[in-house]
């Protein structure tokens, strides 16, 4: 089976850093991706790591560990807007090499 | 990228029947996925789409239940069969677009609650 864990929820303050974190084990693994989602809205595209290391786009950063199967988003500055769903996904390298989502973490910006 | 589309954007359906909903892409695309988000959760693939082939399946949904038609490779449809109140969810329809890393573009949903 797939497991894919992250934490529930997060809550940090405007202009702060938070990392979310996300654990795999899976049966391939062909990259991992982070959507962002706000409430009543399609999941949006926010990163992409299948190399180990870190990935910068602007204030967020995408981190991945193959060997412990580990990876973290860090968003820097925050705003408020970024209060939203994080979702961690693993594309698996097999058949249509379909995504499988983790639980989620719902990150709530506070002033 | 890729533009989606779906409809319904929302419904209210009683127990028992049937609701079809549509996935229209701006551009062609060899698979197309269909997800399921419960309220409160996170997303599962409900089935791959080829055009021209049989829809395939994720362990714990059927092709009764959920059958799918893709006849071309900008549209597709879900139906949700024989609705229950545990149907009730967001289905998104998903698209692998781009030049790499082939990234999934997602519709904006149907949100279905069957009373």
């Known amino acids: 089976g797939q497991n894919i864990d992250q934490p529930t929820e997060m809550t940090a303050t405007e202009g702060a850093i938070v990392q979310i974190n996300c654990t795999y084990q899976?049966?391939?693994?062909?990259?991992l991706f982070w959507y962002q989602q706000h409430a009543g809205e399609a999941p949006t595209f926010l990163s992409y790591?299948?190399?180990?290391g870190l990935e910068e786009k602007g204030r967020f950063s995408s981190f991945l560990s193959r060997s412990k199967g580990y990876s973290y988003l860090l968003l820097k500055e925050l705003q408020m807007k970024d209060s939203a769903s994080y979702l961690c996904?693993?594309?698996?390298?097999?058949?249509?090499?379909?995504?499988?989502f983790g639980t989620g973490t719902r990150l709530l910006v506070s002033p | 990228s890729a533009v989606i589309s779906q409809k319904p954007s929302r419904d209210i359906c009683q127990r028992g029947t049937s609701l079809t909903i549509q996935c229209q892409v701006d551009?062609?695309?060899?698979?197309m996925f269909w997800y399921r988000q419960q309220p409160g959760q996170s997303l599962t693939l409900i089935a791959t789409?080829?055009?021209?082939?049989?829809?395939?399946?994720e362990s714990g949904f059927v092709i009764d239940k959920f059958p799918i038609s893709r006849p071309n490779l900008t549209f597709s449809t879900l139906t949700v069969s024989n609705m229950s109140p545990e149907d009730s969810s967001i289905y998104l329809c998903?698209?692998?677009?781009?030049?790499?890393?082939?990234?999934?573009?997602f519709g904006p949903g149907t949100r279905l609650t069957v009373t």
């Open positions: 998903s698209v692998e677009a781009g030049t790499g890393p082939y990234e999934q573009y």
């Open positions: 899976t049966s391939g693994f062909n990259g």
């Open positions: 790591n299948v190399l180990d």
């Open positions: 996904a693993v594309k698996l390298n097999t058949g249509f090499q379909k995504l499988v």
């Open positions: 551009s062609q695309v060899t698979m």
């Open positions: 789409a080829n055009q021209g082939s049989e829809a395939t399946y």
